[in-house]
């Protein structure tokens, strides 16, 4: 989970010492971070409400982080400051006292906060619902009846036991451990990510044939009835069913995937590969058109030297089409987009960070290569009875190799487009979510190559969005603003109280001191 930059948080009913010690030894809390006990109390004899801030154990060393903060002020500019890497430690006493005198103050608190212990089970939920305030994505794992409010509320609740807790809990492990969290977060983002894939590819199916019908609408035609028929049950129907069969990556990675479908990543991927088709369909309908032996196609029509290939398509017996099916452009654009169906699949259908490659998904590889083969056959040996039944003409094999060419430089501008475009240069440099650290601060990159990427990434960042953009998440802001506070984290033996304000007093103002 921490080489995947996911925060852990543990809720406890145990002694706040134990836990500790339990977060120091599973690695919650590396041994160089200091831990900031919170103890607040409750308003008594006329005073206020105050938290005590003590440290509970001196680290080894202290781990300093370099983070780079940007100032409005000054156009932009960005000064390193060091920061020491802290953690919030309370009881649930403590956490009762904070949620009703130090509202405010919870939400910093939980930014940092690793270890709150003697929780009851509504705190609990409580807590769950601070962290999604702040824009968090919580998950909950439980093994008792104390956390069935908690595992309810979170946007994901595992159940490590298989009784009581289980009811409300939407997932239940069979292993009394944790050790089920990353495999739901790895299955959780393969499904995500095949969602979208399939969605995209059912986008670009749309887009494709409408461009092809648009296209042969400019000239009195349209695809035909079989054509479509094979379009939408021999290639779309079996990709769609086959292309969402990846299992998922078998290691959790710090990447994150998109998190809607309205995203940059996402509608990059559509819109490029629409142009892309859109290309090199109108490049294949203009093209033929300026071939020498073009000409306005009837059933007497001989391109092919009919009388060299005793296989090819014998339109001497061919009836009048009405409709104007029957065409050369119809028969290219039939071709290129057919093939274009398979491209987009493949395109999309990625694998590794979140899914298994595609090669590992043998009914989908298996589908592709049969239709790819059967494209290929017709196209280069034309069969009477399947020329008949789709409603395609006899071209010239110099023509058909041409469009061969068409389809293979289309494929390898969409793979170089949504693989090393979006993939390697957008999205890690631009579209990357994965920009901040675990409380929204950017670790500076110690190497030179790191150094690069980040000049990069500022460079693109620049070009795509001139105007700086605030951070979405409200953890984020909350992060921004604490690594600029010269007060925070509170200074050991200080104590912050909380006194009513004059014009209001249901809301509350710090004083702290010594």
Known sequence: LHKANIRTVMVTGDNMLTAI???????????EDKIIIADALHPHDGQAAKITWRYADKPQKPRLEEINISFEDVRHVEEPKTQEMYHFAMNGKSFAVIAEHFPDMLQKLVLHGTVFARMAPDQKTQLIETLQGVDYFVGMCGDGANDCGALKRA??????????????????????????????????????ITSFCVFKFMALY?????????????????????????????????????????????????RRPPSGLISGPLLFSVLTQILICLSFQTITFLWV????????????????????????????????????????????????????????????SKGKPFRQPSYKNWPFVLSVVSLYFFLLFI???????????????????EWRV????????????SVVVETFVLDVVLWKLVF????????????????????????????????????????????????????????????????TEAKPRPDNCSSYQIMIGS
Request: hydrophobic share 40%.
């Open 21 to 31: 010690s339990v977060a120091r030894d599973c690695g919650m809390i590396p041994p």
């Open 289 to 348: 058109r300026q071939q020498p032996w073009y000409t306005t196609w009837a059933p007497l029509t001989d391109v092919c030297s009919l009388s060299s290939n005793q296989n090819l398509s014998d339109h001497n017996d061919t009836e009048i089409d009405e409709h104007n099916i029957q065409n050369f452009e119809n028969t290219s654009l039939f071709y290129v987009s057919s093939f274009q169906y398979l491209i987009v699949a493949i395109v999309f």
């Open 402 to 413: 041409k469009l061969s060419l068409v389809i293979v430089v289309n494929a390898a501008v």
């Open 206 to 254: 749309s887009i494709i044939q409408y461009i092809s019908v648009t296209l042969l609408y400019s000239i009195l035609s349209n695809l035909g009835d079989f054509q479509f028929l094979f379009i939408d049950i021999a290639i779309i129907l079996l990709i769609v069913f086959t292309m969402s069969l990846n299992p998922a990556w078998k290691e959790l990675v710090s």
């Open 155 to 192: 946007h994901g609740g595992i159940s490590l036991s298989e009784l009581e807790a289980s009811v409300a809990s939407p997932f239940t492990s069979r292993t009394p451990n944790i050790s089920c969290v990353p495999s739901l977060i790895r299955e959780g983002r393969a499904a995500l």
């Open 379 to 397: 196209m280069f040996h034309p069969v009477k009875g399947i020329d008949e039944f789709l409603e395609i003409v006899c071209v010239p094999f």
């Open 432 to 495: 990357s979510r994965d920009k901040q650290s675990n409380f929204g601060i950017t670790p500076a990159a110690p190497t030179s190559q790191g150094v690069i990427d980040l000049r990069a990434h500022k460079c693109l960042s620049w070009l795509c969005y001139p105007y700086k953009k605030a951070p979405k998440a409200r953890y984020m802001h909350l992060a921004q603003e604490l690594s600029v506070d010269p007060d925070w984290p509170p200074k050991p033996t200080t104590t």
